[in-house]
Nanobody, 124 residues
Framework: QVQLSESGGGSVQSGGSLRLSCAAS?????????MGWFRQAPGKEREGVAA???????MYADSVKGRFTISKDNAKNALYLQMNSLNPEDTAMYYC?????????????????WGQGTQVTVSS
C-alpha cells in the first residue's frame, strides 16, 4: 500500500513563495506512473495544479504556469512543488496524488493514492 504525506504548507503574503513536499512510502512501483499536485479551495471542486510522469514530463494548469514548478527525486521517493509569486487565489488545501499504470491527467478519480493535504494560505 502506497502512502503519501505532504508538508511545507503555511501562510504567506501575496508575492511570496512556498515549497511543498510529498514523501511516498510503501512498495516501489515499476512501470509507468504519474504523481501530481491538486488543490481544493472552500466551496470549489478539487483541481489539478501540476503533474509529472515517470519519464519526467510535466504538465501545469494554466493558472500556475510560469509560477509553479513540479519536480521529483526518485532516490528519495519524493515529489516537490515550488510555488512562486503566490496570490490569494492560490489559497487552498494542496494534495499529493499518485496513479500507476498510466500517464498524467487532471481527472481526480484516475488517481489511486492521496495524501491528507497541506494548507496554503496567501494573504493580500
Amino acid at each position: 500500500q502506497v502512502q503519501l504525506s505532504e508538508s511545507g504548507g503555511g501562510s504567506v503574503q501575496s508575492g511570496g513563495s512556498l515549497r511543498l513536499s510529498c514523501a511516498a512510502s510503501g512498495p516501489r512501483i515499476y512501470g509507468t506512473w504519474c504523481m501530481g499536485w491538486f488543490r481544493q479551495a472552500p466551496g470549489k471542486e478539487r483541481e489539478g495544479v501540476a503533474a509529472i510522469n515517470s519519464a519526467g514530463s510535466a504538465m501545469y494548469a494554466d493558472s500556475v504556469k510560469g509560477r509553479f514548478t513540479i519536480s521529483k527525486d526518485n532516490a528519495k521517493n519524493a515529489l516537490y512543488l515550488q510555488m512562486n509569486s503566490l496570490n490569494p487565489e492560490d489559497t487552498a488545501m494542496y494534495y499529493c496524488a499518485a496513479r500507476y499504470g498510466g500517464d498524467c491527467m487532471w481527472r481526480t478519480h484516475a488517481y489511486t493514492y492521496w495524501g491528507q493535504g497541506t494548507q496554503v494560505t496567501v494573504s493580500s
